[in-house]
């Protein structure tokens, strides 16, 4: 039986039919299971988040029967009373001890490319942590590194495209930062792949086909939402104070926090680009090509 958590999100909401059309047994652990829709009917369901792989026993019924782990969930973002540190970091390291006591054999993770003991975001160092533990444990493992991942109906790509209503999209610090964005789709598949040989590799860089800034992926988000807009570059210090002000008064829920930003400012690129796909068998396909169909 897989484990699967972030079964929800982006690459996990196209990872799961994968999974179950191949007859895999499956158990999601999801905070709301109505949000895996038609799915729902098809795997185990344990209810439960990150922060409570603290509680032993919700652990041990998460991996109750598990032989296979594939941990894709976390956050960017800190959420009420709990830090991404513990829910990137330490509920790795949770989930990769309670799969070696259980007997499990192996455990994929989406990690990020550029962590980093020494990066300069919490999100980065929180992600290294997590690789660390899944390195270090006695499991077959697999660390996949995506750059930037995209879909359609990303909060990202729908903030974008509101923003290109008014005459020019902000763009906070230089816009210079390089990413390779991938779709969730080629990710997903390049895990089904992993699964299907004896013998996968021990880390993959989930990188698209193209290298694109900060600025560029605006710009082309604006475009493909037919309202091509100038880009305004705002200062960092005047991001962060209007960012956190709005947090302050609208709570944990809006659109976009410091963390996020500033996690735009930090280069996404593989030196090998998108080599590691093609090695699975997976030809990525462009950001234009799939957001513009």
Known sequence: ???????????????????VERGERVKCLVR???????????????MGDLKELSDPYMLRQALRGVDTVIHLAGTMRDQP????????????????????????????????????????TRFMRSKWTGEAAVDASSLETTV??????FDRSDPWIELI????????????????????????????????????RDEAPDHVDLAGPETLTYAEI?????????????????????????LEGIRTLAGPGVSATWQEVELMQVSMASPTGPADLRTLGIEPEAMAGVLGK
């Open 32 to 46: 709301e299971p109505s949000r895996l829709g038609d799915m729902r009917v098809d795997v185990q369901i344990v």
């Open 144 to 149: 996949f590194r995506p750059s930037l991942v």
């Open 218 to 242: 605006t710009e082309l988000l604006a475009s493909l939402a037919s309202r091509p807009r100038p880009i305004i570059r705002v200062p960092m210090p005047v991001a962060r104070g209007v």
């Open 161 to 196: 495209d509101r923003l290109s209503y008014i005459p020019f999209i902000p763009v906070v610090g230089s816009g210079r930062a390089e990413f390779q964005p991938v779709w969730s789709r080629n990710a997903a598949e390049a895990v089904v792949a992993c699964l299907d």
């Open 81 to 120: 009373g709990v830090p991404l540190e513990e829910l990137n970091g330490l509920a790795t390291a949770r989930l990769v001890e309670g799969a070696e006591s259980v007997g499990a054999e192996r455990f994929l993770f989406f990690s990020a490319l550029g962590a980093s003991p020494v990066q300069k």
């Open 1 to 19: 039986m897989i484990l699967l958590t972030g079964a929800t999100g982006g690459v996990g909401s196209q990872l799961l039919p994968m999974l």
